[in-house]
């Protein structure tokens, strides 16, 4: 659209009777940055972006799009892997950048009042003198916002022991499709009536604008220590995971990176990892001194009898945060080796991790691109990391294949195309792999209860029968859906 095109857009004139000209962004160049999300490769200009600076203003602007049937797609920081935020040619942006406020905090009932736009990191550094954090800490939490960790039911690094987005938000004020706001949820961990917390957490703005969230803190644990252990091996440290697990130890973090990983990572930040092993595992143990020195002992011992060639204590909390840190900048550091990267979110049972990553080797010989892989091995949610170069198309369309292998090798051995970073558009297809006509008509039906005319993030996360049809995915006719075969791979 042209600026003199966007400037007498009649949507655009009607948006400017509810909102003031600095919240409206309709010229091309200055709507480039939010053509896309984190998943740069899926893209598409907006007919205008919208910055409401409060929440009445988010109403109005809903009220417009459902009287003039105009799709609104909301974002955040746009840190989003799957293509959640990306827009509708015909649609609105809808920003919640500027509602960026702590509200209230409560230090006795352990909880924050936050506006959605807030960052995720914000909310621990709002909180830290009061000896209190919000525990969800996805690889982004520098930027990220608590409204996408909802939309995207984010998780991190310590989700294994203390939980995912959901686990950690007692109630959300969101706007529906008619302008209404509506609070769900309450200040107890309970709340009477169904369950409709659970129900908006991961649900992609396809059933509203969250504008408010109530947070629960958690204390800092006293004590926290690191364990680092190399393998020559990738599926030990498989094996290993599985072994802590069973074991009764439930660590606060568990994460796993393969010899390419680690190479990058130690390139990138100079972490201290062993760049000769094929995989590390971090494993961080929190709680009283006393606690944690027990645990120390008996993982040391589950580590070493799985096979580590090397295990290390962090020494002190500086060096702790540093083996943390390579794992956290993991994703940046494949950004200095590649051109390019796609990033895929699967998650399978713990006892088949070894298997996988094995699996996942012989399927980067088939399409002939690298990967490494990265991800929170305790809950058995793989991101591996796949390399190409945007400059030659056909790399691109390899690397698509290769991450919807992964995923149909992730449902195949029992586990889901995604842990924490959403469908949005780059599974859309692979849901027509995991789920049956019957569960995806039940999907549709809830977003249609919310969103009668399918208006709010359109075309994201649930297919349509048809869609899975032509996809060949799914014999929609028999109401069957065939399971992928495991020799494939």
Request: net charge negative; glycine share 8%.
């Amino acid at each position: 659209m042209s600026r003199a095109k966007a400037y007498n857009d009649p949507l655009v004139s009607h948006l400017r009777t509810v909102l003031p000209e600095s919240c409206i962004v309709a010229d091309p160049v200055s709507m480039k940055p939010y053509e896309c999300d984190g998943l740069s490769a899926y893209r598409q200009m907006p007919r205008v972006v919208v910055l409401p600076e409060s929440v009445e203003q988010v109403q109005a602007v809903m009220k417009i799009c459902q009287q003039t049937g105009t799709p609104i797609v909301p974002r955040g920081a746009g840190t989003s892997l799957s293509g959640g935020a990306m827009p509708h040619k015909d649609g609105v942006v809808l920003s919640l950048a500027r509602l960026n406020s702590i509200l209230h905090i409560d230090a006795d009932n352990r909880t924050a009042r936050v506006q959605a736009g807030v960052r995720n990191l914000q909310i621990s550094e709002a909180v830290q003198h009061l000896g209190l954090y919000y525990a969800p800490d996805p690889s982004s939490q520098i930027a990220c916002t608590i409204g996408g960790n909802v939309a995207e039911n984010a998780g991190g690094v310590h989700c294994l022991k203390y939980g995912l987005t959901v686990h950690n938000i007692l109630q959300i004020k969101m706007v529906d499709l008619n302008g209404e706001l509506i609070s769900i949820g309450g200040t107890a961990f309970d709340a009477p009536g169904y369950d409709l917390l659970a129900l908006l957490m991961g649900s992609e703005g396809m059933l509203g604008i969250v504008v408010e969230v109530l947070v629960r803190l958690l204390p800092r644990p006293a004590v926290a220590r690191v364990l680092m252990a190399a393998f020559d091996d990738i599926e030990k440290a498989g094996i290993a995971v599985a072994s802590v697990i069973a074991a009764g130890v439930i660590p606060g973090g568990f994460e796993m990176m393969d010899k390419a990983a680690i190479q990058a990572a130690e390139d990138f930040v100079k972490t201290g990892y062993p760049t000769d092993a094929e995989a590390i595992l971090l494993c961080e143990l929190d709680g009283t001194e006393e606690d944690v020195k027990t645990q120390v002992e008996k993982v040391e011992k589950l580590l070493a009898d799985a096979g580590s060639t090397d295990i290390r204590l962090a020494g002190d909390e500086q060096e702790r945060l540093r083996f943390w840190s390579g794992r956290k900048n993991a994703f940046p550091a494949m950004g200095r080796i590649s051109p390019d990267y796609y990033c895929m979110d699967g998650t399978i049972p713990r006892r088949e991790l070894g298997n996988v990553l094995t699996k996942i080797s012989r399927l980067a010989v088939k399409h002939d691109l690298k990967v490494a892989n990265v991800f929170h091995a305790g809950d058995g949610n793989l991101h591996p990391l796949i390399m190409y170069d945007a400059n030659r198309p056909d790399e691109f369309r390899r690397a698509e294949a290769f991450g919807a292998d992964i995923l149909d090798l992730c449902v195949a051995v029992g586990g889901t195309i995604t842990g924490e970073h959403g469908v949005g558009v780059e599974k859309i297809e692979r849901m027509c792999v995991q789920f049956d006509h019957d569960s995806l008509s039940q999907f549709r039906a809830v977003r249609k209860a919310f969103d009668p005319d399918g208006l709010l993030n359109p075309d994201k996360a649930v297919p349509t029968l048809a869609r899975c049809a032509e996809f060949n995915a799914m014999h929609v006719h028999h109401g069957e859906l065939p399971h992928p075969e495991l020799e494939r791979f």
